[in-house]
Protein backbone atom coordinates (compact mmCIF):
# COMPACT_ATOMS: atom_id res chain seq x y z
CA UNK A 1 0.00 0.00 0.00
CA UNK A 2 3.22 2.30 0.38
CA UNK A 3 3.91 1.88 -2.69
CA UNK A 4 0.84 2.65 -4.00
CA UNK A 5 0.75 5.76 -2.31
CA UNK A 6 3.87 6.72 -3.46
CA UNK A 7 3.12 5.90 -7.44
CA UNK A 8 -0.14 8.30 -6.60
CA UNK A 9 2.09 11.14 -5.02
CA UNK A 10 3.81 11.34 -8.19
CA UNK A 11 0.65 10.86 -10.68
CA UNK A 12 -0.92 14.42 -8.72
CA UNK A 13 2.28 16.36 -9.41
CA UNK A 14 1.95 15.14 -13.02
CA UNK A 15 -1.91 15.77 -13.18
CA UNK A 16 -0.64 19.25 -11.79
CA UNK A 17 2.19 19.91 -14.33
CA UNK A 18 0.79 18.00 -17.69
CA UNK A 19 -1.16 20.93 -19.32
CA UNK A 20 2.35 23.00 -20.51
CA UNK A 21 4.89 19.89 -19.65
CA UNK A 22 7.48 21.18 -22.28
CA UNK A 23 9.08 18.74 -24.85
CA UNK A 24 12.05 18.85 -27.11
CA UNK A 25 11.72 21.45 -29.91
CA UNK A 26 10.04 24.24 -27.44
CA UNK A 27 6.60 22.75 -28.20
CA UNK A 28 3.84 21.71 -25.64
CA UNK A 29 2.81 17.93 -24.74
CA UNK A 30 -0.51 17.39 -26.04
CA UNK A 31 -3.07 17.23 -23.07
CA UNK A 32 -3.52 13.43 -23.19
CA UNK A 33 -0.63 12.60 -23.33
CA UNK A 34 0.04 9.57 -21.35
CA UNK A 35 3.54 9.72 -19.10
CA UNK A 36 5.80 6.42 -19.12
CA UNK A 37 4.97 3.78 -16.94
CA UNK A 38 7.47 3.33 -13.84
CA UNK A 39 10.02 0.70 -14.92
CA UNK A 40 9.71 -2.19 -12.95
CA UNK A 41 11.98 -5.58 -12.23
CA UNK A 42 10.19 -8.72 -13.89
CA UNK A 43 6.98 -9.42 -16.09
CA UNK A 44 4.75 -7.05 -13.92
CA UNK A 45 5.56 -3.36 -14.48
CA UNK A 46 3.93 -0.84 -12.17
CA UNK A 47 1.83 1.75 -14.17
CA UNK A 48 1.17 5.77 -13.73
CA UNK A 49 -0.41 7.77 -16.06
CA UNK A 50 -1.58 11.23 -15.54
CA UNK A 51 -3.75 13.51 -17.87
CA UNK A 52 -5.95 15.98 -17.55
CA UNK A 53 -9.16 13.34 -18.43
CA UNK A 54 -7.76 10.55 -16.50
CA UNK A 55 -5.50 9.01 -14.17
CA UNK A 56 -4.41 5.28 -13.88
CA UNK A 57 -2.03 4.28 -10.44
CA UNK A 58 -1.32 -0.25 -10.48
CA UNK A 59 1.08 -1.69 -8.40
CA UNK A 60 2.32 -5.19 -8.25
CA UNK A 61 4.12 -7.31 -5.91
CA UNK A 62 7.73 -8.36 -6.95
CA UNK A 63 7.18 -12.19 -5.65
CA UNK A 64 4.59 -12.50 -8.12
CA UNK A 65 6.96 -12.91 -11.21
CA UNK A 66 8.14 -15.80 -9.51
CA UNK A 67 5.24 -17.89 -10.70
CA UNK A 68 4.54 -16.94 -14.68
CA UNK A 69 0.64 -17.91 -14.43
CA UNK A 70 -0.15 -16.37 -11.79
CA UNK A 71 1.74 -13.05 -13.16
CA UNK A 72 -1.06 -13.80 -16.36
CA UNK A 73 -3.55 -13.64 -14.44
CA UNK A 74 -2.99 -10.56 -12.55
CA UNK A 75 -1.89 -8.34 -15.48
CA UNK A 76 -5.31 -9.84 -17.16
CA UNK A 77 -7.36 -9.01 -14.33
CA UNK A 78 -5.49 -5.31 -14.62
CA UNK A 79 -6.18 -4.91 -18.39
CA UNK A 80 -9.48 -5.93 -18.62
CA UNK A 81 -9.96 -2.90 -15.91
CA UNK A 82 -8.09 -0.32 -17.64
CA UNK A 83 -9.74 -1.14 -20.81
CA UNK A 84 -13.13 -0.32 -19.05
CA UNK A 85 -11.86 2.69 -17.72
CA UNK A 86 -10.28 3.60 -20.88
CA UNK A 87 -13.72 2.86 -22.54
CA UNK A 88 -15.53 5.40 -21.14
CA UNK A 89 -12.88 7.68 -21.44
CA UNK A 90 -12.99 7.58 -25.27
CA UNK A 91 -16.89 8.11 -24.16
CA UNK A 92 -16.09 11.44 -23.38
CA UNK A 93 -15.17 12.98 -26.59
CA UNK A 94 -12.87 16.04 -26.74
CA UNK A 95 -14.82 16.69 -23.51
CA UNK A 96 -12.73 17.13 -19.83
CA UNK A 97 -14.70 15.81 -16.74
CA UNK A 98 -14.62 18.10 -13.89
CA UNK A 99 -12.74 15.10 -12.13
CA UNK A 100 -10.57 12.85 -14.08
CA UNK A 101 -11.74 9.68 -14.42
CA UNK A 102 -9.10 7.15 -12.50
CA UNK A 103 -8.46 3.23 -11.81
CA UNK A 104 -6.29 2.95 -8.78
CA UNK A 105 -5.24 -0.63 -8.63
CA UNK A 106 -3.55 -2.29 -5.63
CA UNK A 107 -1.68 -6.14 -5.70
CA UNK A 108 -0.58 -7.41 -2.71
CA UNK A 109 0.61 -10.44 -1.37
CA UNK A 110 -0.94 -11.98 0.98
CA UNK A 111 0.87 -15.52 1.25
CA UNK A 112 4.04 -16.98 -0.49
CA UNK A 113 4.43 -20.83 0.67
CA UNK A 114 5.57 -23.87 -1.11
CA UNK A 115 1.92 -24.91 -1.28
CA UNK A 116 -0.36 -21.64 -1.60
CA UNK A 117 0.43 -18.29 -3.04
CA UNK A 118 -2.26 -15.41 -2.56
CA UNK A 119 -2.49 -12.16 -3.76
CA UNK A 120 -5.47 -9.61 -3.12
CA UNK A 121 -6.61 -6.70 -5.79
CA UNK A 122 -8.04 -3.97 -4.52
CA UNK A 123 -9.03 -0.74 -6.33
CA UNK A 124 -11.47 1.53 -7.74
CA UNK A 125 -12.62 2.97 -11.03
CA UNK A 126 -13.86 6.17 -11.06
CA UNK A 127 -15.89 7.20 -14.44
CA UNK A 128 -18.26 10.12 -12.46
CA UNK A 129 -20.83 10.03 -9.94
CA UNK A 130 -20.85 10.22 -6.27
CA UNK A 131 -18.16 7.21 -6.10
CA UNK A 132 -16.20 4.67 -7.59
CA UNK A 133 -16.85 1.36 -8.41
CA UNK A 134 -14.95 -0.78 -6.25
CA UNK A 135 -12.61 -3.22 -7.36
CA UNK A 136 -11.59 -6.75 -5.70
CA UNK A 137 -10.58 -9.87 -6.14
CA UNK A 138 -8.09 -12.63 -4.85
CA UNK A 139 -5.97 -14.90 -6.42
CA UNK A 140 -5.04 -18.13 -4.88
CA UNK A 141 -2.19 -19.95 -6.65
CA UNK A 142 -0.94 -23.57 -6.15
CA UNK A 143 2.63 -23.70 -7.23
CA UNK A 144 3.20 -27.31 -7.42
CA UNK A 145 0.43 -27.86 -9.34
CA UNK A 146 1.48 -24.78 -11.30
CA UNK A 147 -3.16 -23.20 -11.32
CA UNK A 148 -5.12 -20.96 -9.88
CA UNK A 149 -7.55 -22.26 -7.18
CA UNK A 150 -11.28 -21.58 -7.84
CA UNK A 151 -13.89 -21.72 -5.67
CA UNK A 152 -15.76 -24.13 -8.62
CA UNK A 153 -12.94 -26.48 -8.17
CA UNK A 154 -12.47 -26.22 -4.29
CA UNK A 155 -15.73 -27.58 -3.47
CA UNK A 156 -17.78 -29.58 -6.32
CA UNK A 157 -21.34 -30.25 -4.79
CA UNK A 158 -24.24 -28.09 -4.63
CA UNK A 159 -24.76 -29.74 -0.71
CA UNK A 160 -21.23 -28.31 0.01
CA UNK A 161 -22.34 -24.35 -1.20
CA UNK A 162 -25.47 -24.78 1.05
CA UNK A 163 -23.50 -26.14 3.97
CA UNK A 164 -20.81 -22.74 3.21
CA UNK A 165 -23.66 -20.63 2.57
CA UNK A 166 -25.32 -21.70 5.90
CA UNK A 167 -22.57 -20.59 8.10
CA UNK A 168 -21.90 -17.47 6.24
CA UNK A 169 -25.26 -16.32 6.00
CA UNK A 170 -25.27 -17.13 9.80
CA UNK A 171 -22.07 -14.27 10.13
CA UNK A 172 -23.60 -11.79 8.49
CA UNK A 173 -26.93 -11.55 9.92
CA UNK A 174 -25.66 -11.75 13.41
CA UNK A 175 -22.70 -9.00 12.05
CA UNK A 176 -26.03 -6.99 11.02
CA UNK A 177 -27.37 -7.16 13.89
CA UNK A 178 -24.43 -6.03 15.98
CA UNK A 179 -24.42 -3.08 13.91
CA UNK A 180 -27.96 -2.01 14.12
CA UNK A 181 -27.77 -2.32 17.77
CA UNK A 182 -24.28 -0.33 17.70
CA UNK A 183 -26.04 2.63 15.81
CA UNK A 184 -29.08 2.70 17.93
CA UNK A 185 -31.73 2.37 15.12
CA UNK A 186 -35.22 3.41 15.95
CA UNK A 187 -36.93 -0.18 16.79
CA UNK A 188 -39.71 1.95 14.83
CA UNK A 189 -37.34 1.44 11.36
CA UNK A 190 -35.45 -1.62 12.65
CA UNK A 191 -37.59 -4.45 11.43
CA UNK A 192 -37.72 -2.56 8.07
CA UNK A 193 -33.90 -1.77 8.01
CA UNK A 194 -33.35 -5.47 9.54
CA UNK A 195 -35.64 -7.27 6.56
CA UNK A 196 -34.10 -5.22 3.58
CA UNK A 197 -30.46 -5.52 4.41
CA UNK A 198 -31.49 -8.98 5.36
CA UNK A 199 -32.30 -9.70 1.97
CA UNK A 200 -29.08 -8.31 0.30
CA UNK A 201 -26.99 -10.85 2.42
CA UNK A 202 -29.11 -13.73 1.27
CA UNK A 203 -29.15 -12.60 -2.19
CA UNK A 204 -25.54 -12.03 -2.25
CA UNK A 205 -24.57 -15.65 -0.51
CA UNK A 206 -26.60 -17.95 -2.59
CA UNK A 207 -25.90 -21.43 -2.50
CA UNK A 208 -23.41 -21.56 -5.41
CA UNK A 209 -19.49 -20.65 -5.99
CA UNK A 210 -20.20 -17.61 -7.65
CA UNK A 211 -21.14 -16.37 -4.98
CA UNK A 212 -17.89 -17.08 -2.74
CA UNK A 213 -15.23 -16.70 -5.74
CA UNK A 214 -12.99 -14.20 -3.60
CA UNK A 215 -11.33 -15.77 -0.97
CA UNK A 216 -8.30 -16.14 1.20
CA UNK A 217 -6.42 -18.83 2.78
CA UNK A 218 -5.92 -18.27 6.76
CA UNK A 219 -2.86 -20.90 7.77
CA UNK A 220 -1.80 -22.01 10.48
CA UNK A 221 1.64 -22.76 12.02
CA UNK A 222 2.02 -25.62 10.08
CA UNK A 223 1.34 -24.20 7.05
CA UNK A 224 -1.82 -25.64 6.68
CA UNK A 225 -5.61 -24.00 6.10
CA UNK A 226 -6.89 -23.77 9.25
CA UNK A 227 -10.06 -21.55 7.54
CA UNK A 228 -10.73 -19.20 4.63
CA UNK A 229 -11.90 -16.15 4.53
CA UNK A 230 -14.57 -15.36 1.84
CA UNK A 231 -14.40 -11.62 0.67
CA UNK A 232 -17.76 -9.70 -0.14
CA UNK A 233 -16.96 -6.47 -2.15
CA UNK A 234 -19.22 -3.23 -1.15
CA UNK A 235 -23.32 -3.84 -3.06
CA UNK A 236 -22.69 -7.71 -2.70
CA UNK A 237 -24.02 -8.52 1.07
CA UNK A 238 -24.59 -4.95 1.56
CA UNK A 239 -24.21 -0.88 0.97
CA UNK A 240 -21.45 0.68 -0.19
CA UNK A 241 -21.37 2.07 3.13
CA UNK A 242 -20.96 -0.79 4.69
CA UNK A 243 -17.48 -1.46 2.52
CA UNK A 244 -16.38 -5.09 1.38
CA UNK A 245 -17.42 -7.79 4.39
CA UNK A 246 -15.48 -10.69 5.18
CA UNK A 247 -16.56 -14.00 6.81
CA UNK A 248 -13.66 -16.80 7.86
CA UNK A 249 -15.52 -20.23 7.38
CA UNK A 250 -12.91 -23.15 9.67
CA UNK A 251 -11.34 -25.86 8.18
CA UNK A 252 -14.00 -28.08 10.47
CA UNK A 253 -16.80 -26.38 8.07
CA UNK A 254 -15.02 -26.78 4.50
CA UNK A 255 -13.37 -30.16 4.96
CA UNK A 256 -16.38 -32.65 4.87
CA UNK A 257 -17.13 -30.60 1.42
CA UNK A 258 -13.62 -29.91 -0.68
CA UNK A 259 -12.80 -31.92 -2.90
CA UNK A 260 -10.12 -35.03 -2.68
CA UNK A 261 -7.36 -33.39 -4.75
CA UNK A 262 -7.15 -30.76 -1.95
CA UNK A 263 -7.91 -31.73 1.40
CA UNK A 264 -4.47 -31.99 2.30
CA UNK A 265 -4.13 -28.34 1.97
CA UNK A 266 -6.11 -28.08 5.36
CA UNK A 267 -5.70 -28.97 8.68
CA UNK A 268 -7.15 -31.92 9.98
CA UNK A 269 -7.15 -33.21 5.91
Avoid at 201 to 218: C, H, L, N, Q, R
Avoid at 227 to 249: K, M
Amino acid sequence: MTRLLLLFFCVLVLVACKREAPVPGGTTAPADAPTPATPATGPLQDVVEATPRYVIGISYPKSAAKYPGLAAALQSYADAARKQLMEAVDGLGNDVPTAPYDLTLSFTELLDSPQLVAIAADGSSYTGGAHGAPLIARFVWLPQQQKLLTANDLVPTAAGWQAISDFVREQLHTALSQRLDADRVDPADRAELSESASKVIDEGTEPKPESFAEFEPVVDSSGRLAALRFVFPPYQVGSYADGTQTVEVPAEVLLPHVAPAYRGLFRGG
